[in-house]
């Protein structure tokens, strides 16, 4: 990555004060809640998820579902007999 910076040798840098740089925004200078700032529409939450449902709305399975879960899984995925 490279990185320039550009400074206008005529023109002095402001003296503003670390706490002044890192301060956040007046509040007057902040848009309004719910006022667009422009670019591109926002759409939801964003990132991965391809409109999956919600993780919450399955019943949550006891031990006893698990264990017979488990047992099917490993008689069917178990190796042949030597015989």
Request: no cysteine; charged share 35%; net charge positive.
């Given at each position: 990555m490279k990185i320039e910076i550009v400074v206008d040798?005529?023109?002095?840098a402001?003296?503003?004060?670390l706490a002044a740089r890192v301060?956040?925004?007046?509040a007057a200078a902040a848009p309004a809640e719910g006022a667009r700032?422009?670019?591109?529409?926002?759409?939801g939450r964003g990132g991965r998820g391809g409109g999956r449902?919600?993780?919450?709305?399955r019943p949550n399975k006891s031990a006893a579902d698990?264990?017979?879960?488990?047992?099917?899984?490993t008689a069917s995925n178990a190796p042949a007999a030597a015989a």
């Open positions: 040798p005529s023109r002095p402001p003296a503003a004060s301060a956040p925004a007046p700032t422009g670019g591109r529409p926002k759409r449902g919600r993780r919450a709305d698990l264990d017979a879960e488990m047992e099917d899984y």
